[in-house]
Structure formats: structure tokens, C-alpha cells
């Protein structure tokens, strides 16, 4: 992920020392946003220990304005800020000052001697000295950590190269075994804002302010967890120069949903709708061992607002399947299971249906990539490929001779799966998740949903969305076909490729959320509560 250059960012006549302000009244406010939100649970008067979700990783929105850095009795804090010798340092060296203007007992520590610093953050040195802030060097005065009530960790931020060295994985030792909450600017110093990985040091941060964009090391795993509820905060950089500098990495939001996708995120039923207004979707799975898969996609694609939903499925399995799901109708496409002929009977029934969802419980059969390549190429209806379908593709020695969709198609790989697309292992997808999505996305001019913890998608124009909504409790048989069903649905109704895969992995998460929070145990959810939660 490309950071703003400083030249880039003067250029358009904002000063660097400016943006620093910003950004370090910006990590200010957080932190006292998190004084506030800590004092509140110690009182009982808000659940979560400082912050509106638990799960790491998350976005919640930001305070501003003046109130954002009042604090009632700021005497009670002692924080420390951490110091690096760069820009990140900088920042660290303006919230000092806020947070002591607000009333905060402060005392900054320098990972270098201050004197070493340079350009912006030497400016900020000389403005914390002018205010008095107390100051202790790492290595020439004793920090006691369990002297103060936060930590501010502005040591290093995307500036930082490999593993911490010397004084700085000192600190982010002694600050992680403090046990006091940790605040980080920009990302956890020992992050790697691109890949996210977690060298060792590495600060555990409770919250991490993130500054103008999202850094892909945020969004995935194992970085998402060091950076704590991730809160990121524009610092005054125009939007016209994020689209110049082709920013493409996006936490998913409501407002990234709207603003980035333009996804009317409130959208409601026109009165005088009728089921045919809101779309039909084909749903083309299930095998006789695998039924089930099937009656999930297809509930969902209803769940999610499809006018009319039709399961397609082998013939034996019609009279089981007849009263499962009442609103949805089922459809014989073939006289006993799958086989390859059966792709003209799923493009007979086609017919007058406007979206194709292919692959939840299909199983394998001879003939099976010729199956998939038929309907690839005959159907001229956005398409979701999930599951088996995906398993076929991914086996297909010849998919650059296979004729390119026209309509939207998007492909729901969980991390296995996409290994198989890619030709990597499964450890290698997870290592670089981000990357890998949006390439096979841009390359083969499909949305792609990459599943998993902090589910990513990726579109063919190389935006890539990081979804934070979700519960452990997702981690269960068939929560898959549901998406898949869900984005047919959303398709239906007329979103594109893009905003129904968002959208439907958005949707999805929160489903599953408010599911987990109907349960006795997050780990007794199965895929029908997170349908029935939709
Ligand atoms: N670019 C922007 O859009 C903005 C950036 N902001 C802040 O600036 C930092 C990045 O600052 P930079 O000076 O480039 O680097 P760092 O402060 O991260 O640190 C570099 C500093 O640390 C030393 N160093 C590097 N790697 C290591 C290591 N592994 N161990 C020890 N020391 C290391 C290196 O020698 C340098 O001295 C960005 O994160 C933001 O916080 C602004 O906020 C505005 C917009
Ligand atoms: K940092």
C-alpha cells in the first residue's frame, strides 16, 4: 500500500508540519476517547472494556471536534508517549501536547536521543520543550512503566523496516509487558503496514488510529489482531489526492459501502414493487449427499430480497426437498445426480431468471469442468461461483481459452479454495491475502471474495475491501452457501458485481453478529440462525 509521499502531500500546499498537527490532535482524541471509554466500564456503565466492540480489528467511529479532547479529573492519567526518531515520532510529540493541554499528566519517552531527530518531528521536540513536557531517553533514565496509565506508541509507523532494533524493541518489550493499554499511531510499531506481518517485538496495541487510509497490514490477520479496534482518521489529505495516489485498500463501512460503491445501504422496498420487480434467481447445487448446501444458498438468496428464488437440483432429491423451504421452488435438472449434459437443462431453466449461483453441494462428476465451462460461457447473467464450481475451475488446465463473461461474475473462494485458483498453498494465500485477491480479480476480470477472518474483496478495477463485521461463531458448516445466496439475492436486485459482494459480505457478517448475540455460546451458531438473522 503506497503511502502519500511528502512531496505529493506539499504539492497540493499542505505543509508536512500541518498534516503532523492533524494527525496528532486526531491520536489525541482517541486516546481520550479510550480514558473515557475505560473510566465508563470501570463504572459499569458501558459494556466493553473501552471501546464499542471487543473483537480485534474492528472500526468504530471517530469523535472529533473540541469536546473529543475534554476528559473529566485528566489529573487521574499519566500517559507515556513513546518517541521514535520519525514522522511517527512527530505525531507522538503532537499528541503530547494535546493530551497535557486537555489537563493529562504526560511524560515523553525517546526511544534515540532527541537531538537525533530531524525536519518535522525536531519542530515538534522543540514545541514539547517550550511546554515543559518532561522527558526521559531511553537507555540514560529509568521509564517506569507502572508509573502511568496508558502508553502512546508512536515509535514506528510505515517508515519502519523489518524487525525493531536496538532501543525501539526495548520499548515495545518493557510496553508490552507493562500491561497498560497501549494506543498506537498509524500501526503497531513492529507491524508491517503492507503485509501485516507481526515481527518480533511487536506492540499489542487496544486501539490503533490509523491515519488517512487504511494499511493493508491492519486488515488481515495476523496484524489485525496486534492493532487492537482499528479507528481510522482523516488528517486533512483532499480526496481528490487519495484517488490520484490510487488508494485501493478500504475497511468495509457503511459509508465506504456508499460513498466507494455506491450502495444505497438503506435501501427499501418500492410500494408498488411486486415479486417480479426484485429479480429471480437460479440456484444451480446440491448432490444427493449434500442436499443441504443447496436449501441454504437458496433461503438466503430470498433472505436477502430476491423477488423469487429456484433451486435446481438433481431429480431423487425433489421429494425430500419439496417442504424444506415452502418459498423457494425446486426445479428436477437432472434424472438421478449431476453429470455433464445437465448444464443444458440449468441453461433451459435459465430462462427468464436473472441471476446463476452455481456450486454449494454440487460434489464432482465426469465432466465436471466442460459442466462449469457450458454454463461460464452460455449464461449471459451475472453469476456467483462458489464451493465445488470453484473446484472445477481451479482444475480447468484450459481457462484461458474459456470464452470471458460479459456480465458480472463473482467468485466466493475461502482460503483452500483460492489456493487451488492461485496454484499456492493455503499458508501462502493467507500470507498475502490482499495482494493475492486483487490480482487474480484484476487478471481475470471478476469480483473476488476471498472468505475468512476479515474477509476480503477484491474487484476487477483493483479496489480491495476488508471486511471487520463478523463472529467466530461464523466458523460453521454451510455460513458459505448463505453468502453465496446472499449475493445472488443482492444481484437480483439489480447491484453490481462489486456492491452485491460487499455488500452481501457486509450484510453477512452482521448477520452473524446479531445471530452469535442470540445465542447462550457464539459456538452454537449454525447457518440457518445467521439466514434467520439477516
Ligand atoms: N506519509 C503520509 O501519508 C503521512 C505520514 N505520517 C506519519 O509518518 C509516519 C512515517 O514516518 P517516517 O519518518 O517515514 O518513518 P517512521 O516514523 O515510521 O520511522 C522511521 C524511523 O525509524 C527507523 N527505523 C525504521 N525501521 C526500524 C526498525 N526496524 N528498528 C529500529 N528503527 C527503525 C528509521 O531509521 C527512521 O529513523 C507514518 O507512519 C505516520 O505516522 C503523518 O502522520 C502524515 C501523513
Ligand atoms: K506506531
Not at 297 to 326: I, K, Y
Request: net charge negative; charged share 20%.
Amino acid at each position: 500500500m503506497r503511502e502519500l509521499d511528502r512531496r505529493t502531500i506539499e504539492e497540493v500546499g499542505i505543509p508536512a508540519v500541518a498534516l503532523m498537527e492533524n494527525v496528532g490532535r486526531a491520536i489525541a482524541e482517541e486516546v481520550i476517547r479510550w480514558c473515557r471509554e475505560r473510566r465508563d466500564v470501570s463504572s459499569g456503565s458501558r459494556q466493553g472494556a473501552g471501546s464499542q466492540s471487543e473483537s480485534p480489528g474492528d472500526l468504530v467511529p471517530a469523535v472529533q471536534g473540541d469536546a473529543a479532547l475534554r476528559l473529566e479529573e485528566p489529573e487521574r492519567e499519566h500517559w507515556l508517549v513513546l518517541a521514535g526518531k520519525g514522522n511517527n515520532g512527530g505525531d507522538g510529540l503532537v499528541a503530547a501536547r494535546y493530551l497535557r493541554e486537555a489537563g493529562m499528566r504526560v511524560t515523553i519517552v525517546y526511544a534515540v536521543e532527541p537531538g537525533s531527530l530531524t525536519g518535522e518531528a525536531a519542530l515538534q521536540r522543540e514545541a514539547a520543550r517550550a511546554l515543559g513536557i518532561p522527558v526521559l531517553v531511553h537507555g540514560e533514565d529509568d521509564v517506569d512503566f507502572t508509573a502511568c496509565t496508558g502508553i502512546v506508541d508512536a515509535l514506528l509507523g510505515t517508515g519502519s523496516r523489518g524487525a525493531p532494533r536496538g532501543a525501539y524493541a526495548e520499548l515495545i518489550a518493557a510496553a508490552n509487558g507493562s500491561g497498560r493499554d497501549i494506543v498506537s499511531a498509524d500501526i503497531p510499531s513492529g507491524l508491517d503496514a503492507d503485509t501485516g506481518a507481526v515481527h518480533d517485538p511487536c506492540i499489542r496495541a487496544r486501539r490503533t488510529v490509523c491515519l488517512a487510509f487504511l494499511k493493508r497490514g491492519l486488515a488481515q490477520f495476523p496484524g489485525a489482531e496486534a492493532a487492537g479496534e482499528i479507528v481510522v482518521r482523516a488528517i486533512g489529505i483532499p480526496a481528490l489526492l487519495c484517488a490520484q495516489q490510487n488508494v485501493s485498500t478500504f475497511l468495509l463501512t457503511e459509508e465506504v459501502l456508499r460513498t466507494r460503491l455506491g450502495v444505497d445501504t438503506a435501501r427499501r422496498r418500492s410500494p408498488d414493487g411486486h415479486k417480479g420487480t426484485y429479480g429471480h434467481v437460479l440456484v444451480a447445487a446440491g448432490s444427493l449427499p449434500m442436499s443441504g448446501a443447496g436449501l441454504l444458498c437458496s433461503r438466503a438468496a430470498l433472505r436477502a430480497g430476491s423477488g423469487l428464488v429456484t433451486w435446481a437440483l438433481p431429480g431423487p432429491l425433489l421429494p425430500p426437498m419439496a417442504g424444506a423451504a415452502p418459498e423457494v421452488m425446486l426445479a428436477s435438472a437432472t434424472a438421478a445426480d449431476w453429470h455433464e449434459a445437465s448444464a443444458a437443462r440449468v441453461l433451459e431453466l435459465l430462462a427468464g431468471r436473472d441471476v446463476l449461483a452455481v456450486g454449494p453441494g454440487l460434489g464432482r462428476f465426469e465432466g465436471d469442468g466442460r459442466w462449469l465451462r457450458t454454463l461460464w460461457e452460455e449464461a449471459a447473467c451475472p453469476m456467483v461461483v462458489d464451493a465445488d464450481a470453484l473446484n472445477m475451475l481451479a482444475a480447468s488446465d484450459d481457462l484461458d481459452a474459456w470464452k470471458p463473461r460479459q456480465a458480472d461474475t463473482v467468485l466466493t473462494p475461502h482460503p483452500g479454495e483460492m489456493a487451488r485458483l492461485a496454484g499456492l498453498s493455503t499458508a501462502e494465500v493467507q500470507r498475502d491475502r490482499i495482494r493475492l485477491a486483487s490480482e487474480y480479480a484484476k487478471a481475470h476480470r471478476v469480483t473476488l471474495v476471498l472468505k475468512g477472518a476479515r474477509t476480503v474483496i477484491a474487484t476487477p478495477d483493483g479496489d480491495a475491501f476488508v471486511n471487520a463485521t463478523g463472529s467466530p461463531g461464523m466458523a460453521t458448516g454451510g455460513a458459505g452457501d448463505v453468502l453465496t445466496g446472499i449475493i445472488a439475492g443482492l444481484l437480483a436486485q439489480g447491484a453490481s458485481g462489486p456492491q452485491a459482494a460487499a455488500f452481501g459480505v457486509y450484510l453477512h457478517g452482521l448477520a452473524g453478529e446479531a445471530a452469535a448475540r442470540r445465542r447462550a455460546h457464539p459456538a452454537s451458531l449454525v447457518a440457518g440462525d445467521i439466514i434467520e438473522a439477516l
